[in-house]
């Protein structure tokens, strides 16, 4: 079920949340998280109920193992706590490997030894790289004996809360479940209920209104025209930049302020990283829960800068190459995550050196870099990203013909006149949409700089209206980006 539906926003939101708060009213606070936790279930199988049985033997394997390494003490065990978290890892990758690069693994096993090996054509189960690092977070704290709920309802809840079930935020146990059990939360909160439904009203128009526009030309130039001059290729990796982050920051826009209702917050997963000044803060910014995953879980165990510097440069590299693989099954998602991973080590090999550029300069360098690495994480093919990035640096400069008697002595530099980004069906207004993209992600405060100044006022509340406009235009209905990984 997607959030930007009709089914959602007038049956399932109002129904879950009246039910919810009814149970805890009438103090049937077990009943109400059983209801929250089927609830929520029933939200993931509205996609394809199928996947339902794997989400559960997932949540029964993790919790049970979670118990096992949290009281390992206390009993004697025929193996190590190591080698006991050791399992509970290979089994959470193994399941997440087996549907998401089975397939990526057999074409390249049969391209390499020339064999035959027919593909298993597996769907993605929805949300599985999300719950996987969930639950793998869940057993590396509880092998640190971080964790002190145990209760399986508890866990239910924490694994399936519906907002951040399908693309997060990636959250930890211990900072999710002391609110469930805190009494207060279990009262509906009218502040909250405001503050929600203004968050979510952003999200809901980023997605909508702004996403959904900029997913046309990027759709047009990235899958659709065989060739593309300067201005059109500029434009289609412009339009996926902005479309994926109005996209995916809408996703957690709307996540949170519908965990708001619920009188639950969860973190902040965006703090406009366009206006990063290096690739360290833009990876501080962008997908805050997915950076401080792979940072906890993945780059301090393998030394992080502990070890010395080649170690380090290292751990940076496989840090984020494998979080390029987590993305996606493709050699396109490697190679970005590649490119992210010897940004950083170029970047910490440039602070050694105690040079510190323009905040100008280091915006436009950083701002451009995020935007050509964005072409292989979009590009289904390596054809289509060389397409576009043959076209933002090699392709031909068309300016619109209305300017050729204005602009006539720029044809001794090669400059033509005529359809300048027909290739993606643009027009001026695609050019006046990214001009506003820049604006809104580099000059305005965010989503969460609005929360934090949020006050039940009239003018507050005339920011609803932009969940008013979205409503009009739901008939377009989209997937959220973020379901492909």
Same mark, same amino acid.
């Given at each position: ?338 490119? %992210? ?9 440039? &602070? ?37 990035? %043959? ?61 934090? &100044? ?32």
């Amino acid at each position: 079920m997607l959030f930007n539906s009709y089914e959602f926003i007038f049956l399932f939101l109002p129904i879950t949340f009246f039910i919810y708060f009814y149970l805890n009213k009438q103090h049937l606070t077990e009943l109400s998280k059983g209801f929250l936790v089927f609830a929520s279930l029933f939200f993931y199988s509205w996609w394809n109920v199928a996947y339902l049985p794997l989400i559960l033997v997932s949540m029964l394997f993790n919790y049970s193992l979670g118990g096992q390494l949290a009281r390992y003490e206390q009993k004697r065990r025929c193996c190590s706590k190591r080698n006991l978290l050791s399992v509970g890892i290979v089994a959470n990758l193994a399941l997440l490997g087996y549907f998401k690069y089975s397939d990526f693994f057999i074409e390249n096993f049969n391209l390499l030894t020339g064999g035959s090996l027919s593909l298993l054509h597996l769907a993605l189960p929805l949300a599985i790289s999300f719950y996987t690092f969930q639950q793998i977070a869940y057993l590396v704290d509880s092998y640190r004996s971080e964790t002190k709920e145990y209760d399986f309802l508890n866990y239910a809840v924490f694994v399936t809360f519906f907002p951040q079930l399908i693309a997060g935020p990636i959250v930890h146990h211990k900072e999710m479940m002391p609110q469930f059990a805190t009494l207060r939360n279990k009262v509906i909160n009218y502040h909250n209920i405001a503050l929600g439904l203004f968050i979510f009203s952003m999200g809901l128009f980023k997605k909508v209104a702004i996403a959904d526009t900029f997913a046309i030309w990027a759709t047009e130039g990235f899958d659709v025209a065989t060739k593309l001059e300067m201005i059109e290729a500029w434009a289609t990796s412009l339009s996926y930049t902005f479309q994926l982050y109005f996209d995916f920051s809408g996703y957690t826009d709307m996540a949170i302020g519908l965990a708001l209702l619920f009188n639950i917050t969860l973190p902040i997963n965006f703090n406009s990283p366009y206006k990063a000044l290096s690739i360290q803060s833009f990876w501080r910014r962008w997908h805050i829960t997915l950076s401080r995953f792979l940072k906890d879980y993945l780059y301090i165990p393998l030394g992080g800068n502990r070890k010395g510097e080649l170690r380090t440069y290292l751990n940076l590299f496989a840090t984020f190459l494998l979080g390029g693989i987590w993305h996606g099954a493709g050699w396109t998602f490697v190679f970005w995550g590649a490119l %992210h991973g010897i940004a950083l080590m170029v970047h910490r090999a440039w &602070q050694k050196l105690g040079i510190t550029l323009p905040a100008l300069l280091a915006w436009f360098i950083t701002f451009n870099f995020v935007n050509i690495a964005w072409v292989f994480f979009r590009a289904k093919e390596w054809s289509d990203a060389i397409k576009v990035l %043959h076209g933002m640096f090699a392709g031909a400069l068309i300016f619109p013909a209305a300017l050729e008697s204005r602009l006539d002595f720029l044809k001794p530099l090669g400059i033509t006149f005529g359809g300048w980004i027909n290739g993606i069906h643009g027009d001026f207004y695609t050019i006046l949409w990214l001009i506003c993209g820049f604006v809104v992600v580099v000059g305005m405060k965010n989503s969460m700089q609005w929360r934090d &100044q949020f006050k039940p006022t009239m003018l507050h509340m005339l920011a609803t209206v932009l969940f008013l406009l979205s409503i009009f235009i739901l008939y377009r209905k989209s997937e959220f980006i973020y379901f492909n990984f």
